[in-house]
């Protein structure tokens, strides 16, 4: 994964000692956010704000995201909440490589991708994503894994492998994510 990561401010000594701050505005960061990448191809996967304004984009894009994104975004972000009046950190970065997916994007991004699948009950699938239904959620998603199955034919020695389709659903999964193949 690819991240720029700054820490200016009045949180920015090492001590352990922090002086009161405000909690970062998310929907103002979100919106910031959309805005900062609307007419690309990015999308934003993630907005985190920790409890000690500790902030975490994560953007994914089906080209790929690049150092100078980032802190094109990060700079759109320091425009709306100044650093000399809040206090807190910011990550911006690609989601990576192995990273599981959490929005429908992703899945969409990676169709015909070898992906591995570990469901709820602890099954785990290699296979290709084959395709994505239409839904309304952005993160409850269903899906299709060719995954290969050992078949015991009649008559047969030896079983033979095929591929079957699985339908699945992310909300049935603990994670899916692009299998890396070497």
């Not at 000594?13 to 998310?26: A, G, L, N, V």
């Not at 690309?40 to 409890?51: I, M, N, P, Q, R």
Request: glycine residues 8%; aromatic residues 6%; charged residues 30%.
């Amino acid at each position: 994964a690819l991240y720029l990561r700054e820490r200016r401010g009045r949180g920015a000594s090492s001590s352990s000692f922090r002086p009161k701050f405000c909690m970062i505005d998310k929907e103002l960061l979100v919106k910031t956010v959309i805005e900062a990448i609307s007419g690309t191809d990015l999308f934003l996967v993630e907005a985190k704000v920790g409890s000690s304004n500790d902030i975490n984009i994560e953007i994914d894009s089906a080209s790929g995201v690049d150092i100078d994104t980032c802190a094109r975004i990060t700079r759109r972000i320091e425009e709306v909440f100044d650093r000399e009046t809040e206090d807190y950190s910011l990550e911006v970065g690609s989601a990576g490589l192995t990273s599981p997916f959490k929005v429908r994007r992703q899945y969409e991004k990676n169709v015909g991708n070898d992906v591995e699948v570990l469901t709820s009950d602890g099954r785990k699938l290699h296979g290709v994503l084959e395709s994505v239904e239409p839904g309304e959620s952005d993160t409850d998603v269903a899906f299709v894994v060719t995954v290969p199955v050992k078949v015991k034919e009649p008559g047969a020695k030896r079983p033979v492998v095929r591929m079957e389709p699985q339908q699945l659903s992310s909300g049935a999964c603990k994670y899916v994510r692009y299998d890396i193949k070497f």
